[in-house]
C-alpha cells in the first residue's frame, strides 16, 4: 500500500512527486514511456522561468529527470492498463503489477485527436505519427496538418534538419500565437498552405495526401505526415465510477467544461494536474504548478483522512 501514486512523469507528475517527497512521503512515480511527457516534442521552451535564452523541450525534460534522481524518487517504467477503488483503496493495475494506494495523482496528460480520414489508422505507426518524438530519423520531407501551437512548434523543430516542410491549416490564418507563425514564415524549407483540407491518403513509396484547397484538389507527397489537430484528456485508464464521476462533472459545468476543483472533489483521494484537466492550457509552468498543488492537496487529505485506512 501507498501513500500516493503518482501516474506520468512529465512536468506535472516530477513537481507532485518532488514535493512529496519533500513533504515525507514516499511516492510511486510510474511512466510508460520516457519522463518528459510532451516536453520531448517541443522544440524551444521560451517562457518557463530561469531559461531567459530558452531550453530545448529534450534538455528541459533531462533537467527534469535528474532532478528526481536527486530527490530519490521511486520511478518505475510501466504502463497503467486500469485504475479502480474499492473500500477507500485505489487498485492501479499495471502491464507488469497490480499496486494500491491510499491517494492518486493522475497527471497522464493528452491523447492526439485523428483527422477521421479513410486509410488514416491503417498508415499511423509507419508514414503517419502524432508526436515527433516518434518520427524515424533523418527525414528529408514533411507534411505537417494543422494550425496551433503544436503544429508550429513541430514543424520548427523538424526544420532543423528537414529538407522540405509543408504545413497544412484549413483556416485563413494559424491559430498558434504569432511568435511561432512569424519564425515558420522565416524559415526557407517551411511552406504554409492556407484554406486547405485534407480528405484521404495513400501509402506508396511515400505518403499521398489529397487535399481540398479552395474548391481544388490538391496532392501533398512526402516522406512522412505529422497530424497536430489537437488532443483530448488521458483518462482511459479510469474506471467504473473514476470515470463515471469526471463525465459528470464535465456534463454539468455552466460552462461546458471539465471543472477542474470539481474534478479533485469529485472522488476523495483522486487528484488531477496538468494538461490531463487543463484543456488548451497547456504549458510547462502552468503543469509544474499543478503538479506542486496536487501534492499538498494529497499530503492534506492523508492528514486529514488517515484514519479511513485503518
Partial sequence: MYDVVVIGAGPAGTSAAIQLKRSGIEPLLLEKDEAGGLLLNANLVENYPGFPDGVSGEILAETFSKHLKNAG????????????REKNVFHIVTNKDEVLAKC????????????????????????????????PANTDTF?????????????????????KIDI??????????PVLSEKAERKANIKIHYRTIP???????NIVVKCNAEGKQKNFVSDYVLVAVGR?????????????GLVAVSRTSNIGRI???LKDCSVPGLFLAGDVKNEDFRQTGISVGDGLMSAMKAVRFLRGKHEDYG
Wanted: proline share 4%; net charge neutral.
Fill in 143 to 163: 507534411m505537417v496538418i494543422g494550425g496551433g501551437d503544436i503544429a508550429f512548434d513541430y514543424a520548427l523543430n523538424l526544420s532543423k534538419t528537414a529538407g
Fill in 232 to 244: 483530448i484528456p488521458n483518462i482511459e485508464m479510469l474506471e467504473g465510477a473514476l470515470k463515471d
Fill in 104 to 135: 492518486v495523482i493522475l497527471a497522464t496528460g493528452t491523447l492526439p485527436k485523428k483527422l477521421g480520414i479513410p486509410d488514416e489508422m491503417d498508415i499511423a505507426g509507419r508514414k503517419l505519427f502524432y508526436e515527433i518524438k516518434d518520427l
Fill in 168 to 177: 497544412i491549416i484549413r483556416g485563413a490564418i494559424p491559430k498558434c500565437i
Fill in 199 to 205: 480528405f484521404s491518403m495513400k501509402e506508396e513509396k
Fill in 73 to 84: 524518487v521511486a520511478l518505475r517504467k510501466e504502463a497503467v492498463k486500469k485504475i479502480f
Fill in 259 to 261: 471543472n477542474d476543483e
